[in-house]
């Protein structure tokens, strides 16, 4: 196994923060943890609120925002297949700001200036990223085609594609035009720091996890995995699709 | 560039095998497991077999049902349901014409269903005319009568609410030159007219109970 350099460099203060930013990640969604019925969009009061409230609403958007991304299978699995390989922590910043630029692009185009693209697609290409990532990880470009794809290009690409999957579940809502900008990048904020949230537990378990000897086994396995579960969720929106007559 | 990610290097046919395997891997989670569960398609069976086809049912909204009135949903008798089977045949002459009707209390139901023979070539020769009668008390009095139906035709089926305490039925009038004959199916809550009574002047005896 290569040597990795990240790992030695963290330390029990380091990995103390993460296991707080865990315990905030689970704590707050937990109590009004619901998944909808298709993907995972925003039901119940969540979504009551939204459509009931006028003006900005700066923390309770900000909340939203962040307990859709740190419950959002979608794109955890996204961003967890991203950071999968990188061993040192610039390296998951670029990658991980490169999606961040893709996805807050889109919201905000998609909620502040109407854009409106098909859930089920968006979220049917969604889990074709998920698929995507997972069999980049594998090197499945390289050795299948001779080629490697740009990966940040992808990943810029792909986080386009989920910032309109957030603007499509923001927009069903039909929220309110007043405070409306105030409210989205409130709302995109949150999206941030909850992945980051998230983010930081699944690196804390990364680590430990190379550490072990079987991971370079597991680590393949686990790739494969979160490609079958891009391939069910790719096949399980494209379902919505037909079955909701394209609509 | 530099290599940020160390992917593992994989040989070719492995890198094949797994990704065939996680598309199929997906592909049956999908078949198996979302298809029966969220939309209720059961290509294998096995969302039947094992119950998950059960969770894709809709939603269930109760809803109150009106619960008296003219518009109640539901009506409840104490009395005895019953079933009824009528042939009257109208011979082409003076006696073509007759009452058929049964006693009904406000709010009693009933279910029916007639058609003729005879001259079935003929449909607008057959003239009939549904309605309700309440029985002058006392006599002398004047009596309601509401209409239901007046028309021609071989064939009627429907139900009726009784709105007052009286007789409730058919007046039947064979215009055809042929014998014609009505077969009349009535079955819920009502009693029948002796025959002679008002509202069954004609005598019309129902056919026996089948037996069994």
């Given at each position: 196994m290569a040597s990795i350099p990240w790992t030695a460099t963290v330390d029990f203060r380091r990995m103390a923060y993460c296991l707080a930013a865990l315990a905030v990640a689970f704590a707050g969604p937990l109590p009004g943890f619901g998944f909808d019925a298709l993907a995972h969009g925003m039901a119940g009061k969540d979504a009551d609120f939204v459509a009931h409230s006028v003006g900005p609403q700066i923390l309770p958007f900000f909340y939203l925002g962040a307990k859709h991304m740190a419950t959002g299978y979608d794109h955890l699995l996204f961003v967890i297949g991203t950071v999968f390989?990188?061993?040192?922590l610039r390296h998951v910043a670029i990658y991980v700001t490169t999606f961040s630029i893709g996805h807050s692009t889109t919201l905000l185009l998609g909620v502040l200036g109407g854009v409106h693209v098909n859930p089920f697609l968006v979220d049917a290409v969604i889990g074709l990223s998920v698929a995507y990532i997972a069999f980049d990880n594998l090197g499945g470009f390289k050795t299948l085609l001779g080629v490697q794809p740009n990966t940040k290009l992808a990943i810029l690409i792909f986080g386009l594609v989920h910032g309109f999957g957030l603007a499509t579940k923001v927009q069903e809502l039909n929220?309110?035009?007043?405070g409306l900008a105030a409210n989205m990048i409130s709302f995109n904020v949150g999206v941030e720091i909850g992945q980051l949230l998230v983010l930081s537990v699944a690196l804390v378990a990364i680590v430990w996890w190379r550490k072990t000897a079987a991971f370079s086994k597991q680590a393949v396995f686990a790739n494969a995995a979160i490609m079958a579960a891009g391939f069910a969720l790719m096949e399980y929106q494209l379902a919505g699709y037909f079955v909701s007559g394209g609509a | 560039m530099t290599e940020e990610r160390k992917t593992p290097s994989l040989n070719r046919s492995r890198l094949i095998a797994i990704a065939a395997a996680a598309f199929l891997t997906g592909s049956a989670i999908f078949v198996l497991f979302v298809l029966p569960a969220e939309?209720?398609?059961d290509p294998t069976g096995f969302g039947r077999l094992t119950g998950l086809?059960?969770?894709?049912?809709p939603e269930v909204v109760t809803v109150a049902a009106?619960?008296?009135?003219?518009?109640?949903t539901t009506r409840f008798y104490a009395t005895a349901f019953r079933t009824d089977t009528i042939v009257i045949t109208l011979p082409?002459?003076?006696?073509n014409e007759l009452e058929y009707k049964v006693k009904m209390r406000p709010g009693d139901t009933l279910t029916y269903s007639w058609n003729v023979t005879?001259?079935?070539?003929?449909?607008?020769w057959f003239y009939y005319d549904f309605h309700g009668e309440s029985r002058p008390v006392p006599e002398g009095a004047k009596a309601t009568v509401m209409e239901y139906r007046q028309a021609t035709g071989l064939n009627s089926g429907g139900a009726l609410v009784a709105p007052f305490e009286g007789v409730h039925g058919w007046y039947f009038q064979n215009q055809s030159d042929k014998p014609q004959t009505v077969h009349l199916k009535i079955s819920g809550f009502y009693e029948l007219v002796p025959?002679?009574?008002?509202?069954n002047e004609a005598g019309v005896q129902p056919l026996p109970k089948e037996q069994g």
């Open positions: 390989f990188l061993y040192q929220p309110s035009r007043d | 939309f209720h398609r086809d059960r969770l894709a049912g009106a619960p008296a009135g003219p518009n109640a082409p002459d003076e006696k005879g001259d079935e070539a003929h449909p607008e025959p002679g009574e008002y509202g």
